[in-house]
């Protein structure tokens, strides 16, 4: 049973043979903006506020746009997945615009050392990394990691990488 189903149109060219780039049965264009006396804390283009989620087809991510390596960087709300560039050393992520449970992959274009266990400071966040030890990325190499808190203390947790 469904409250709500929207059903898949079916579009049809009569005389001439048509190309549709892209097609959608349901877009949202972007997520609610504040104007004049408005402010909002926690704008979604979607959300689901509780229950599962099932998504029978692939989800297609978005890579965001290129972040130069700074010791503290803040990645951007246009993707999930960041090329990293440059070799300045990595020590804190933002975690502005981000929330426990989120997973962010970064992959590197360069030589940039990913340092383990920085302390936070305000909205940069620690990344713990596994075994403790710092990660020196070289090019073509990614690291995963997951926003989370553990005993009260928030940090960008290690779940993957792959040094190439």
Known sequence: ERS???SAPTYTATTNAVTITTAATLAVVSAPTASTNVTITNNYAFWVQAGASSFDGRVLETQGASVASANNITLGTDGNTF???GTTELQ?????????????TLAFTSTPTVKNGQATSSTDITIQLAGGTDFAA???DTLTLRLC???????????????I
Do not use: C, P, Y
Not at 92 to 104: D, F, P, Q, R, T
Not at 149 to 161: F, H, K, L, N, P
């Open 149 to 163: 808190s553990v005993g009260g203390t928030q940090a960008w947790r290690e779940i993957a990488r792959t040094a």
């Open 83 to 85: 090329e990293i560039t």
């Open 4 to 6: 709500v189903r929207i």
């Open 138 to 140: 070289t090019a073509n």
């Open 92 to 104: 804190l992520i933002s975690n502005i615009g981000w929330k426990n449970g989120a997973i962010v």
